[in-house]
């Protein structure tokens, strides 16, 4: 169980770097190379900045200007991803708390809903996640096979599939994290309706074993026996 959980905690870890990857990288589209009429220079964008490359390595950012400036469906991204790191954070220092080879986190009971509260934030934090990354994702398809939109179209940046890849190792984690706690929860509730059947049967054998051991000695006692025949003896001399 506690192999299990540990295993749980480090997807969760490393899904939650991703996610934190995902979001401050600046490669969630890219210029499609076959539009591009200039093919040494490229142009990347974030949810942060707008990055501009070309072939000999120079590459140069430029934040956006204004948070009301920007289209509705990267704010929700950033939202989106936002909550997912928090999520993702909170999850991390439950497990750490609720895992059972940590000495913290108090008694098997609360240790046990702390670890259920961290799959929780696990498997919200990545979902928070697959959903910005498919949303954006969304965006970026639907510009480019847009017949319509003649502007310079986008492809499906690096950012998105590591965004998706931490979401699915939070989720992973999260749900490892909680099964393991139902295992436990079962193995007390068992354990609570088990019976001690031994005094019982205790006492069942001695009261058996006690009636024998008065009925073994039917004999009387010396005093009887010698008040027995000195009664003998008194009749026979009157006689």
């Given at each position: 169980?506690?192999?299990?959980?540990?295993?749980?905690?480090?997807?969760?870890?490393?899904?939650l770097?991703?996610?934190?990857?995902?979001?401050v990288?600046?490669?969630?589209?890219?210029?499609?190379?076959?539009?591009?009429?200039?093919?040494?220079?490229?142009?990347?964008?974030?949810?942060?900045?707008?990055?501009?490359?070309?072939?000999?390595g120079?590459?140069?950012?430029?934040?956006?200007?204004?948070?009301?400036?920007?289209?509705?469906?990267?704010?929700?991204?950033?939202?989106?991803?936002?909550?997912a790191?928090?999520?993702?954070?909170?999850g991390?220092?439950?497990?750490?708390?609720?895992?059972?080879?940590?000495?913290?986190?108090?008694?098997?009971?609360?240790?046990?809903?702390?670890?259920?509260?961290?799959?929780?934030n696990?498997?919200?934090?990545?979902l928070?996640s697959?959903?910005?990354?498919?949303?954006?994702?969304?965006?970026?398809?639907?510009?480019?096979?847009?017949?319509?939109?003649?502007?310079?179209?986008?492809?499906?940046?690096?950012?998105?599939?590591i965004?998706?890849?931490?979401?699915?190792?939070?989720?992973?984690?999260?749900?490892?994290?909680?099964?393991?706690?139902?295992?436990?929860?079962?193995?007390?509730?068992?354990?609570?309706?088990?019976v001690?059947?031994?005094?019982?049967?205790?006492?069942?054998?001695?009261?058996?074993?006690?009636?024998?051991?008065?009925?073994?000695?039917?004999?009387?006692?010396?005093?009887?026996?010698?008040a027995?025949?000195a009664?003998?003896?008194?009749?026979?001399?009157y006689?």
């Open positions: 169980m506690a192999g299990l959980q540990i295993v749980a905690f480090l997807s969760g870890l490393v899904g770097g991703a996610i934190i990857g995902a979001t990288s600046n490669e969630w589209r890219a210029t499609s190379r076959a539009s591009s009429v200039i093919t040494a220079t490229w142009v990347l964008q974030g949810l942060w900045k707008n990055c501009a490359g070309n072939a000999i120079a590459l140069h950012c430029r934040p956006h200007h204004t948070v009301f400036g920007v289209e509705d469906y990267i704010q929700a991204c950033r939202g989106l991803m936002i909550a790191v928090c999520l993702g954070f909170f991390c220092v439950s497990a750490l708390v609720g895992m059972k080879c940590t000495k913290i986190g108090g008694s098997d009971q609360s240790k046990s809903k702390t670890t259920c509260f961290a799959g929780i696990f498997v919200l934090g990545g928070c697959i959903a910005a990354c498919s949303l954006y994702a969304h965006r970026i398809t639907s510009e480019f096979f847009n017949p319509f939109i003649i502007d310079q179209k986008y492809e499906l940046g690096a950012a998105l599939f965004g998706w890849a931490g979401g699915i190792l939070c989720i992973l984690g999260g749900f490892v994290l909680c099964s393991s706690i139902t295992e436990s929860f079962s193995k007390s509730h068992s354990q609570a309706n088990c001690y059947k031994g005094a019982p049967s205790h006492s069942h054998i001695t009261s058996i074993t006690r009636v024998p051991a008065q009925a073994a000695n039917p004999r009387p006692s010396a005093a009887n026996s010698n027995s025949r009664q003998y003896f008194d009749k026979n001399a006689v």
